[in-house]
């Protein structure tokens, strides 16, 4: 799976950002998709996760605390794609965003796309 994030750029504190990542291959359905990001000066964190379409939670989502109730993530499995809608967003959500491939939630991310930076000015 190669994966490419893209969306990213300047916004000012409360607006909002859809962040898209494309990926390519055939069973892209089956891999848990993830979007991470790294500040500058700190490591990279999980921001969010959903799950493969054939698991039995099919569809799950999961979230860090510091983005639930503001990111919503979704995947269009017929186009391949993964999306993080960043609504309410903060200048602490300021960060390399990278988007990333998994067999499962509890297996490590093979896969990642490039990173799209955003930045949120107060």
């Known amino acids: 799976v190669q994966l490419q994030a893209y969306g990213g750029g300047l916004v000012q504190a409360g607006g909002y950002l859809r962040l898209s990542c494309a990926a390519t291959?055939?069973?892209?359905?089956?891999?848990?998709m993830g979007w991470f990001r790294q500040a500058p000066g700190k490591e990279r964190e999980f921001v969010a996760a959903i799950n493969a379409a054939i698991a039995w939670s099919g569809g799950s989502k999961y979230y860090a605390d510091s983005v639930k109730g503001r990111f919503t993530i979704s995947r269009d499995n017929a186009k391949n794609m993964v999306y993080l809608q960043m609504d309410k967003l903060k200048p602490e959500d300021t960060a390399v965003y990278y988007c990333a491939a998994a067999k499962t939630r509890s297996a490590p991310y093979d896969f990642w796309g490039q990173g799209t930076l955003v930045t949120v000015s107060s």
């Open positions: 291959g055939r069973t892209f359905s089956t891999y848990v």
